[in-house]
């Protein structure tokens, strides 16, 4: 016997399983989702453009060995623009999912919906049990550490997002409410976006995402994804500051190392906000020690800007310069350096009018 | 149109740089921002951004302007010598004729 995961629950490490998810783990030698999908596969022998695999969408609900529990879902969520149907083989990861996304669960399976399924499977070799994280019928992560399922749950969702959804126009950027405008923070990856629109939420910000800005491209309004805020460690100690309570549970997201998840209703009922015209731009640089600053720049500059920080810039051609162009004629573009999180905020609040 | 000095490492106009007529090339999508630009070459998918000054230059070459009009128009609009206007005019056409933005002719041509 070994402990798993931070629940402090004990599981049992051989196929006999004991405790809550025992239902989950199926027959000793049943095909994995992975079999029955390569499978289908070889029946039809016919790429799909959305799945990659053509029979897949069939095969839902059909076999593999989270297709027998409730717990493990599938359960149907509407993630602002979002539409989600997710599977898990790990209760306690669904558990967790269901609980961060209750306010935006469906009763049935939304059109087109992103489908992600975990299951359980073995290395061929070390026979190690492990998950593996699918997204629309192909593998996109293989997770060894039941704490880090949900991690990569989210990251197979925000992985799909970028792939297949073509209709908004996408940076990479957190987006928050203020005053019915828009104010888009887009970032590379590590910048303290998460962070920044946490402190804001706290301050009252309405929240739309801090992953994807979604751009419609006929109104130019930016679109709610309200995911929950993915808080890496080095955070933490802000969540503590916000009141947001320090025992919280702490899942593993590879190399990116430990990160605690944030549902935005936590910061009050209206915490989320609906769709709404960019006003505000501030490319956000996190810079420990420092003390916050704040620049204005060039729309072209933040054009080139906003390009490189494009999930989908090539996929509308020429088009996407002309969207960018438009969304920053109609806003006020700004470099912010970022520091402690009360003084980036007390800047940001001060520039925007917030 | 320039070389670089190989002792002092800067580049220097050479004396038919004036003469040429630089035209902006066709298939430019030019986004104007303010008293900025950004074109966006849709055969290589590349953006660029041009200041204020680059953009004014870019708008000159129209193919009938030579470098050296170019220069002298600029004269008009900010506070600098005919020959440092003719230098930086130069530095910014190869520049751009370097990533596709304009293609350069004499005015022997025209």
Same mark, same amino acid.
């Given at each position: 016997?070994?402990?798993?995961?931070?629940?402090?629950?004990?599981?049992?490490?051989?196929?006999?399983?004991?405790?809550?998810?025992?239902?989950?783990?199926?027959?000793?030698?049943?095909?994995?989702?992975?079999?029955?999908?390569?499978?289908?596969?070889?029946?039809?022998?016919?790429?799909?453009?959305? =799945?990659?695999?053509?029979?897949?969408?069939?095969?839902?609900?059909?076999?593999?060995?989270?297709? =027998?529990?409730?717990?493990?879902?599938?359960?149907?969520?509407?993630?602002?623009?979002?539409?989600?149907?997710?599977?898990?083989? $790990?209760?306690?990861?669904?558990?967790?999912?269901? /609980?961060?996304?209750? +306010?935006?669960?469906?009763?049935?399976?939304?059109?087109?919906?992103? @489908?992600?399924?975990?299951?359980?499977?073995?290395?061929?070799?070390?026979?190690?049990?492990?998950?593996?994280?699918?997204?629309?019928?192909?593998?996109?992560?293989?997770?060894?550490?039941?704490?880090?399922?949900?991690?990569?749950?989210?990251? /197979?969702?925000?992985?799909?997002?970028?792939?297949?959804?073509?209709?908004?126009?996408?940076?990479?950027?957190?987006?928050?409410?203020?005053?019915?405008? /828009?104010?888009?923070?887009?970032?590379?990856?590590?910048?303290?976006? =998460?962070? !920044?629109?946490?402190?804001?939420?706290?301050?009252?910000? @309405?929240?739309?995402?801090?992953?994807?800005?979604?751009?419609? +491209?006929?109104?130019?309004?930016?679109?709610?994804?309200?995911?929950?805020?993915?808080?890496?460690?080095?955070?933490? +100690?802000?969540? $503590? !500051?916000?009141? !947001?309570?320090?025992?919280?549970?702490?899942?593993?997201?590879?190399?990116?190392?430990?990160?605690?998840?944030?549902?935005?209703?936590?910061?009050?009922?209206?915490?989320?906000?609906?769709?709404?015209?960019?006003?505000?731009?501030?490319?956000?640089?996190?810079?420990?020690?420092?003390?916050?600053?704040?620049?204005?720049?060039?729309?072209?500059?933040?054009?080139?800007?906003?390009?490189?920080?494009?999930?989908?810039?090539?996929?509308?051609?020429?088009?996407?310069?002309? !969207?960018?162009?438009?969304?920053?004629?109609?806003?006020?573009?700004?470099?912010?350096?970022?520091?402690?999180?009360?003084?980036?905020?007390?800047?940001? =609040?001060?520039?925007?009018?917030? | 149109?320039?070389?670089?000095? &190989?002792?002092?490492? %800067?580049?220097?106009?050479?004396? &038919?740089?004036?003469?040429?007529?630089?035209?902006?090339? %066709?298939?430019? *999508?030019?986004? %104007?921002?303010?008293?900025? *630009?950004?074109?966006?070459?849709?055969?290589?998918?590349?953006?660029?951004?041009?200041? *204020?000054?680059?953009?004014?230059?870019?708008?000159?070459?129209?193919?009938?302007?030579?470098?050296?009009?170019?220069?002298?128009?600029?004269?008009?609009?900010?506070?600098?010598?005919?020959?440092?206007?003719?230098? &930086?005019?130069?530095?910014?056409? &190869? %520049?751009?004729?370097?990533?596709?933005?304009?293609?350069?002719?004499?005015?022997?041509?025209?």
């Amino acid at each position: 016997m070994k402990t798993l995961g931070r629940d402090g629950e004990r599981r049992s490490l051989g196929w006999v399983r004991s405790g809550p998810d025992a239902a989950n783990t199926g027959p000793r030698w049943k095909p994995t989702r992975r079999e029955t999908r390569a499978d289908a596969a070889c029946d039809t022998g016919k790429a799909d453009a959305r =799945t990659g695999v053509r029979g897949l969408r069939n095969a839902w609900g059909q076999g593999g060995n989270a297709g =027998t529990d409730a717990a493990a879902g599938p359960a149907h969520f509407r993630v602002g623009v979002v539409p989600l149907s997710v599977r898990c083989v $790990d209760v306690s990861a669904m558990r967790d999912f269901r /609980a961060l996304y209750a +306010p935006c669960t469906l009763d049935g399976p939304p059109e087109d919906a992103i @489908r992600i399924e975990v299951v359980r499977t073995r290395n061929g070799r070390s026979l190690r049990r492990r998950f593996e994280v699918w997204a629309d019928g192909v593998q996109r992560f293989t997770v060894w550490r039941r704490d880090g399922v949900l991690p990569h749950i989210e990251w /197979a969702i925000n992985w799909q997002i970028a792939l297949f959804l073509p209709r908004y126009f996408q940076i990479h950027a957190a987006v928050l409410e203020v005053n019915g405008e /828009a104010v888009v923070f887009p970032a590379d990856p590590g910048s303290g976006k =998460t962070t !920044l629109a946490a402190g804001l939420l706290a301050r009252g910000w @309405r929240y739309l995402s801090d992953e994807f800005a979604l751009i419609d +491209p006929d109104t130019l309004s930016v679109h709610p994804y309200p995911k929950a805020l993915c808080v890496k460690e080095g955070s933490f +100690p802000v969540l $503590d !500051l916000l009141g !947001l309570g320090p025992r919280r549970r702490v899942y593993v997201k590879g190399k990116k190392g430990s990160v605690t998840f944030v549902a935005p209703e936590e910061f009050g009922p209206a915490a989320v906000g609906g769709p709404c015209p960019v006003r505000h731009i501030l490319f956000c640089r996190f810079e420990p020690g420092r003390r916050a600053s704040i620049r204005p720049i060039s729309r072209a500059e933040a054009v080139i800007r906003l390009n490189r920080t494009s999930f989908n810039f090539l996929k509308f051609h020429g088009r996407g310069v002309a !969207l960018l162009a438009d969304v920053t004629r109609r806003a006020r573009c700004y470099e912010l350096v970022s520091g402690a999180i009360d003084d980036t905020c007390d800047v940001v =609040t001060r520039a925007v009018g917030g | 149109m320039s070389v670089t000095c &190989d002792a002092c490492n %800067e580049r220097m106009v050479t004396p &038919d740089a004036a003469r040429i007529a630089p035209r902006r090339r %066709e298939g430019l *999508a030019c986004h %104007e921002l303010d008293d900025e *630009a950004v074109l966006f070459d849709n055969a290589f998918t590349n953006t660029y951004r041009l200041n *204020a000054t680059a953009y004014r230059v870019w708008r000159l070459c129209d193919g009938g302007r030579t470098v050296g009009a170019i220069a002298r128009e600029l004269t008009n609009h900010y506070a600098v010598t005919k020959s440092q206007a003719l230098a &930086d005019v130069v530095r910014a056409i &190869d %520049e751009m004729a370097s990533v596709g933005l304009v293609v350069a002719g004499t005015d022997d041509a025209t």
